[in-house]
């Protein structure tokens, strides 16, 4: 039971997350950084192109220097 | 508004029809194989099963506030589409091989060959699982993307189009030529799907968590032109550090 329990979170974290969870997580850090600027009247438009961008260039990276 | 349906068909379009090739290669190869009978029950159980899911997901989601929706679903749309862009710009900057499907089909048809017969409700069970489940997880991504897309756009039948007019145009050719599609170009579509479901996850989670677009639904297309920008960008400087590199083997060959 706890394995089935355990494949179907798994199978769900690869499925979405996949394999470089950092990309998750700057999304997520982003995403509150917007929201805390947002609800204090600042405008927050340009932190989510801004991250998505460094997320996706740093994870590139990562990839990259692996293959190395 | 129209732009919007205008993506919305074209991402659920685009990614339906590169998973359904990709599902095509492998029922193609049970059906040469094992059978067609297997092959085409399996087909059949899948697409029930995928339509099950949206059937009861696309609709349980519009009773979610649409503020809430667009924070949750922008967020799994942008994790799940960093995916799609991510493994396209390595793909096309070589660090991953290309989708071969010729050489998939040689390597199912030749591990469907010396698979045993089990027969199981009078079907070959390996033909009819390898069928099922390669369509199913092909297809479970392209109902994802319908549910997400279709329901926060509040369009649903709308991404349902889309996704099935894909279907029946890969089937249709699939049956006609008899073998798997490897001149579709994969990855370009794949690029595009995931610069689509990065560009939509990303102005949809900014809103959901209390964003003002500065041109309200026309920051779509600004984000659009400036990740399409970035990522042609990162795949020339990857592209160029590769061939700086002496030759090494590729990261793997990943999904999506």
Known sequence: MAGAVIGFFRFWYEFIVGD???????VIVALAVTYLLAHRAVPAWWIMPLAVGTVLLSSLRRAARHAR | MLMHSILLVLATFLASAVEMVEALTIVLAVGVTRGWRPALVG??????????????????????????????????????????????VLRAAGYVPLHDEDAAFRRETAAARTA???LR???????????FKGVLLEGLEVAFIVVT????????????????VAVVLVAGTGVLIHRPLSTVPENAMKFAVGLMLTTFGTFWSAEGAGVNWPAGDGA???????LIVVSLAFTSLLRQQRQRMPATPSIGNGGQ
């Open chain 2, 220 to 226: 779509i297309p600004a984000i659009l032109a400036f």
């Open chain 2, 121 to 131: 409700a009078g079907l070959d069970w390996y033909g009819f699982t390898l069928s």
């Open chain 2, 149 to 164: 897309f279709g329901s926060t756009e509040g369009n649903l039948p709308l991404a349902i189009l889309g996704a099935a």
């Open chain 2, 43 to 88: 087909v059949g159980t899948a697409v029930v099963v995928l339509a099950a899911v949206v059937a009861v997901f696309g609709p349980a989601l519009t009773y979610i506030p649409i503020d809430a929706l667009r924070l949750v679903v922008g967020v799994l749309l942008l994790v799940f589409g960093l995916q799609w862009l991510r493994k396209a």
């Open chain 2, 116 to 118: 045993a017969t089990t």
């Open chain 1, 20 to 26: 470089d969870w950092t990309v998750a997580a700057g």
